[in-house]
């Protein structure tokens, strides 16, 4: 069985999704139709921007998400997705690619959530952390130990895990994981701490949009962050969606639980190659590939 995954922010590069623009007439008119949608033209930042344009979380967001799903659409008659997935925001590519939400809908709910965490972010100053080479269970017991928010964000692969939170509450995290025997504890160049309590006004902003938003049954189950279970139920679909900013994003759980369910195959749709590298890490005996 051949799992689609969808990548999340960081994967981005200059020059995205340029190939398609100038080779798939489909995808030419779409990305003309997101720049409308957007009122800015995020083709111009996406191919020839700086690094500093792409790393804005009101860009980076749609311009990973353009890229993913109108690689799944150029796929045409080929892409067949048993089931998919993705890590973040590429649950929204996930979902668009899968047929639950509409190209345009899709796109609408992206640029609401990318500008709702933006303001979340400028509330309080956080941040997140990579750890690295600790068990889960060490890393939660530390990040429950800790005054302020500190959370456990993003459980990538065996031995790499992301934490969440306020600055004070990260860096006091990142010095006991260290003295725990973490090989790294490094805070990452991100503008706030998403899948966190820190989140919680973006998430009640982007259960709105949500709410106005029609979703359909997908055309395969979709495996969600927040439980790593499959879903296809459209009401199922939205409250998980909206959960998702401030829970965990749950992408070892969620490729094991592919696997267990007969995926063979996993095929990365989206800039970058980071869940190849992930989904190889989770199992390693599954085939890998992509396209970007």
């Known amino acids: 069985m051949k799992a689609y995954v969808f990548p999340g922010q960081g994967a981005q590069f200059v020059g995205m999704g340029k190939d398609l623009y100038d080779n798939n007439a489909e995808a030419r008119e779409l990305f003309e139709k997101a720049n409308e949608i957007l009122g800015f033209r995020i083709t111009d930042l996406m191919f020839a921007g700086t690094d500093e344009d792409l790393r804005q979380t009101a860009v980076t967001q749609p311009a990973i998400f353009l890229h993913s799903v109108l690689l799944a659409k150029a796929l045409g008659a080929d892409f067949r997705p048993d089931m998919v997935a993705g890590h973040s925001l590429g649950e929204f590519s996930a979902l668009v690619a899968a047929g639950a939400l509409s190209f345009e809908d899709g796109l609408r709910l992206v640029a609401a959530r990318a500008n709702a965490m933006q303001k979340a972010c400028e509330i309080k100053e956080s941040t997140m952390a990579a750890v690295i080479a600790l068990p889960d269970e060490k890393v939660e017991e530390i990040c429950a130990g800790v005054d302020g928010v500190v959370v456990c964000a993003n459980y990538n692969c065996p031995g790499q895990i992301v934490i969440s939170g306020e600055v004070e509450a990260i860096d006091k995290a990142c010095e006991l994981l260290k003295a725990a025997g973490a090989k790294r504890a490094l805070k990452l160049k991100v503008g706030g701490a998403f899948h966190s309590p820190c989140m919680e006004p973006a998430r009640a902003e982007l259960a709105e949009a949500i709410a106005h938003t029609e979703f359909h049954t997908p055309v395969c189950p979709v495996y969600q962050n927040v439980d790593a279970k499959p879903h296809t139920e459209p009401a199922e679909i939205k409250e998980n969606l909206i959960a998702q900013l401030t829970a965990p994003v749950k992408w070892t759980q969620s490729v094991r639980n592919m696997v267990a ?27 890998v590939s992509g396209m970007n």
């Open 261 to 287: 369910d007969g995926a063979t195959e996993f095929v990365e749709l989206g800039p970058g190659k980071v869940l190849q590298g992930l989904v190889s890490k989770i199992e390693p005996s599954v085939a």
